[in-house]
């Protein structure tokens, strides 16, 4: 039983920045990978980024890669997106994930995760 809870998204014009926020509850939370997903209207839900509790080691998708960040707070229960120089095809709901882990390969896909918060709105525009 893992709870997630983002926050963070609005409205913001292109190269701006924005951090999302993700809340985590859970019995055995620190076994879990964490994963950011997002997902625009008409398209599949995209990976963004994933990483564990215990690691440093994070993996990015090729669209967000060095403009993207994903970190976390162990003693908060937090995990973080901190996205930069933002641009319209960003738009997307964002979704905080946990699960079970794996390798990179599995990890990137949404099969890989058990548990989902409801969603953050970031609306970049031109």
């Known amino acids: 039983q893992v709870q997630l809870v983002e926050s963070g998204g609005g409205l913001v014009q292109a190269g701006e920045s924005l951090r999302l926020s993700c809340a985590a509850s859970?019995?055995?939370?620190?076994?879990?990978?964490m994963g950011w997903f997002r997902q625009a209207p008409g398209k599949e839900r995209e990976f963004v980024a994933s990483?564990?509790?215990?690691?440093?080691?994070?993996y990015y998708g090729d669209s967000v890669k060095g403009r993207f960040t994903m970190s976390r707070d162990n003693t908060k229960n937090m995990v973080y997106l901190q996205m930069n120089s933002l641009k319209p095809e960003d738009t997307a709901v964002y979704y905080c994930?946990?699960?079970?882990?794996?390798?990179?390969?599995?990890?990137?896909?949404?099969?890989?995760?058990?548990?989902w918060g409801q969603g953050t709105q970031v609306t970049v525009s031109s």
């Open positions: 994930a946990a699960g079970g882990g794996g390798s990179y390969f599995y990890l990137i896909t949404t099969a890989a995760y058990d548990y």
């Open positions: 859970g019995r055995t939370l620190s076994s879990y990978a």
């Open positions: 990483g564990y509790w215990s690691s440093s080691r994070t």
